[in-house]
């Protein structure tokens, strides 16, 4: 089954403390993204890779860390959380430009 | 820049009633516009799509027609049940405003809640 798989589904995690989320895509989509969503704000871009090496930043990148070191994983690193960074966290990837996203179930994160 | 803007919700319908969540977008080239939505304690799925201006997008009775002179890409569906309550967003994806990135913007998020 195609699908975007992120983990961990829930984190709670202390202010400072860094954290990983992972993301793993079985289509062969050489375009990933990470984005946050928040209420009222929509989905906000925080990273993206247009293919493997290739990585830059979207509109909210400050905080976080990516890389791209094979074609199917997508790693969101916080290396230090603050509370600001409490959201829902979605990684996502399509095939060609202007083709759909496909997303993953969503990573909720909570920093005390 | 490029943006998307939704109605606010929540929208809150009875069962066959029929829905309208606006959509409006600004976008510096000739973007393809989406609808996706999100189910509780799930990812976005998309819902569907166009591409060009005057195409009409489908699926699941929801409808959406881009609309080029009003910048709009409103979504419609003759007759709710409660299985469609979830969140809404319409999206647009446009290389040139984006430097070919290839970049999906979002709107805020419609909240849809169908009563019995």
């Known amino acids: 089954e195609a699908q975007v798989t992120q983990n961990p589904r829930y984190l709670i995690t202390v202010t400072g403390k860094k954290l990983t989320v992972t993301c793993s895509q079985n289509m062969n989509h050489e375009y990933m993204s990470w984005y946050r969503q928040d209420p009222g704000l929509g989905l906000r871009q925080i990273y993206y890779s247009m293919n493997v090496e290739v990585t830059d930043k979207g509109d909210v990148p400050e905080g976080y860390k990516v890389s791209r070191k094979e074609k199917r994983n997508f790693p969101l690193i916080l290396e230090s959380p603050s509370p600001n960074q409490t959201s829902l966290y979605f990684c996502?990837?399509?095939?060609?430009?202007?083709?759909?996203?496909?997303f993953g179930n969503g990573t909720r994160l909570t920093v005390t | 820049g490029d943006s998307v803007t939704q109605m606010e919700g929540p929208v809150t319908l009875s069962e066959e009633a029929f829905l309208t969540i606006n959509c409006t977008y600004t976008?510096?080239?000739?973007?393809?516009l989406f609808w996706y939505v999100q189910y509780p304690g799930e990812g976005l799925q998309l819902l569907l799509k166009a591409t060009k201006a005057d195409d009409k997008g489908s699926n699941k009775g929801f409808e959406a027609t881009y609309r080029k002179e009003t910048t709009s890409f409103h979504l419609e569906k003759g007759s709710v049940q409660v299985s469609d309550s979830a969140v809404y967003f319409c999206a647009l994806s446009d290389p040139r405003g984006s430097g070919n990135t290839g970049k999906l913007i979002f709107g805020q998020g419609t909240t849809l809640q169908v009563k019995p």
């Open positions: 996502a990837s399509r095939d060609r430009n202007n083709s759909p996203l496909h």
């Open positions: 976008a510096t080239g000739y973007p393809s």
